[in-house]
């Protein structure tokens, strides 16, 4: 997964964090291109389209805990809803990357409609959140994914490979 | 037969052509994925318009129900009694306490309840006597008794309502400027007093000029939210939903014809308002709208005779 992501760095108190500036932050192999857009694409559909919107935003505005945990919560079950109606067709490798590009809209959305004020700190918080919840239901060990990371690049090679088994949904 | 011709057509270069078909497949499905990440950002900017423009139409809801002329004409109402009573009290103690004052301390303390109430009794009587001129004057006022049967004659309806509800205003404004010039007209030249009375008189005419003002912005803030409502129509979902919106915007068109109208026929009797654009019918051109007057001008403070 090393790559995929190039975290932006930004003062934590301000606003700037832009779903443009996200997504230049984020690679993805051209194998994995059309899946990772597709996954947006689904994501984006069910936070933004008239007939879910504000189901979407109930979603946030409802859960437990601060505004990060609500959001990074939100927006995972949101990825795993996506992998459970794809019927397991989502590589696992997009997942986390889709979530961070779904995460930046959402959050980007509840800033400009004066929802919830969402900083660069928040934005932060929600992203740690969202991809620790996202592995966990994949039950898959953070330290686990680290080391076999550190492993991989230790040996010249690249993450798992295309066609590896779906890690969620199982 | 179709799939024959094709197959001959392929024949030779059928190869090349699926590599083809295949590659513009794939090309054509990116561009597709990456069309509708495009057309959903316009979804969402949209819905962010949306929520923003229902924001906006609850604050002007609000600021239209924050000036609804009948809670400023209590409000007024409400004010001039309590300031009058004070002032009447004021006077009355000013007099009969200050020789107890000077006399003895421990008098004094014994004195002040009595000399309260027969104060406070005093003031009361006053101020009912004020009330009276100023209601027998204002029995005589024409646009008065014309705007009370405006109200009589008001059916129910919101038009006819906010109708009433405007008139009643403007009574009030015109009851409370009439109390206290009554009373300004009672104390002789160099009270203190008078300054205090002119200072109210003055502060309720801009009241009356800034209500005025408001109440046509009020008209201004339905007329931009029935075109908001007009816009979402355009975007509903159903035949049905769409024309819940139209008839909700015509209903503010409505108010805002009849709160500019009312305005207009208390500060020109009689003007005629174009609804919408200039004049129909081959009609002359209305005079020069009514709100755009200065209204902060003293020469249009309404209807009101001097004391």
Request: hydrophobic share 40%; aromatic share 4%.
């Amino acid at each position: 997964m090393e790559g995929l992501i190039q975290a932006n760095q930004a003062p934590e108190s301000r606003d700037d964090l832009t779903p443009e500036k996200v997504s230049q932050g984020i690679q993805i192999p051209d194998e994995f291109k059309e899946a990772y857009e597709r996954v947006v694409a689904a994501g984006m559909q069910v936070m933004f389209s008239k007939q879910s919107n504000q189901a979407a935003v109930d979603s946030i505005q409802r859960g437990d805990g601060p505004l990060a945990q609500r959001l990074g919560m939100a927006v995972a079950g949101l990825i795993g809803m996506i992998v459970k109606e794809s019927n397991g067709t989502v590589p696992p490798q997009v997942l986390i990357p889709a979530g961070v590009e779904l995460l930046s809209q959402a959050a980007d959305f509840l800033r400009k409609a004066g929802i919830e004020p969402v900083n660069n700190k928040v934005f932060g918080d929600a992203m740690d959140v969202m991809i620790t919840s996202i592995l966990q239901a994949a039950k898959l060990d953070v330290q686990k994914i680290a080391g076999f990371i550190e492993q991989k690049a230790g040996q010249g090679g690249a993450a798992p490979a295309a066609g590896a088994q779906p890690m969620m949904g199982a | 037969m179709l799939g024959g011709l094709i197959a001959g057509a392929l024949k030779g270069a059928g190869e090349g052509y699926a590599t083809y078909a295949k590659g513009e497949m794939e090309t054509q499905q990116k561009l597709d994925y990456a069309t509708k990440i495009l057309e959903l950002q316009e979804q969402k900017d949209l819905r962010i318009d949306e929520i923003r423009r229902s924001r906006d139409f609850a604050d002007k809801k609000r600021d239209i129900e924050e000036i609804d002329p009948l809670r400023i004409q209590s409000k007024v109402s409400e004010t001039k009694a309590v300031g009058a009573a004070q002032t009447g009290v004021e006077v009355a103690r000013e007099g009969e306490l200050g020789p107890v004052k000077t006399a003895n301390a421990v008098a004094q303390e014994r004195a002040v309840g009595p000399v309260r109430a027969e104060n406070e009794g005093l003031a009361a009587g006053a101020r009912v006597k004020a009330e009276g001129q100023a209601l027998t004057d204002l029995g005589k006022n024409k646009d008065y008794i014309s705007a009370l049967q405006t109200i009589s004659t008001a059916k129910e309806g919101s038009a006819a309502k906010t109708q009433a509800a405007a008139v009643m205003f403007e009574l009030g404004q015109k009851k409370s400027i009439f109390d206290l010039r009554n009373q300004l007209s009672k104390l002789p030249v160099g009270d203190p007093k008078r300054e205090e009375l002119t200072q109210q008189i003055t502060d309720l005419s801009g009241a009356s000029i800034k209500s005025a003002s408001d109440v046509i912005s009020a008209a201004t803030n339905w007329r931009m939210m029935a075109k908001d409502l007009r816009k979402d129509a355009e975007n509903a979902n159903s035949d049905e939903e769409r024309n819940a919106i139209r008839e909700q915007a015509r209903q503010y068109e409505i108010l805002a014809d009849s709160i500019q109208r009312t305005v207009i026929n208390q500060r020109v009797p009689g003007a005629n308002v174009p609804k919408t654009g200039g004049p129909a019918g081959g009609k002359p051109a209305a005079p020069a709208a009514p709100w755009e007057r200065n209204w902060s001008s003293p020469g249009n403070v309404s209807n009101n005779p001097a004391p």
